[in-house]
């Protein structure tokens, strides 16, 4: 689908490439809508290594690419969505995540799900205000 006047596709070359047909994020307005990140290298396209607390630092500075391509910033993330391969992560990732929201972290939910892609073991997406 062609971009509508309401509505623009983000792509940044800081981020992954899409493994499928999605846009990183959607611009409508004053809001930012990303696609869901996992701790992929945009340079090597590889999953990082170091278990759930590296991925989840990859996953954050994609999501801050994309978020920055759009004119936005993980400051002004309103909702995350996170997805864990195993919910035993779940204080692993708390610790990384305060790492990049220590203040007026934005509303969030996180999941345990049977899987993700490339047997990754975090998933995040966000919705944020345009900054720019």
Do not use: W
């Not at 801050?64 to 992560?89: F, R, W």
């Amino acid at each position: 689908m062609a971009d509508h006047p309401d509505r623009r596709c983000i792509h940044t070359d800081a981020a992954p490439v899409p493994a499928a047909p999605y846009s990183q994020a959607v611009v409508t307005q004053d809001t930012v809508y990303t696609a869901g990140q996992i701790g992929l290298d945009p340079a090597t396209g590889s999953l990082v290594s170091g278990g759930v607390e590296a991925e989840a630092r990859q996953v954050l500075r994609n999501l801050q690419a994309v978020l920055h391509a759009s004119g936005s910033s993980l400051e002004a993330a309103l909702k995350v969505t996170c997805y864990l391969a195993d919910i035993s992560d779940f204080g692993r990732l708390n610790r990384v995540y305060e790492e990049f929201f220590s203040e007026a972290p934005p509303a969030r939910t996180c999941f345990a799900v049977a899987g993700l892609p490339k047997d990754a073991r975090v998933e995040m997406e966000a919705i944020a205000l345009r900054t720019q």
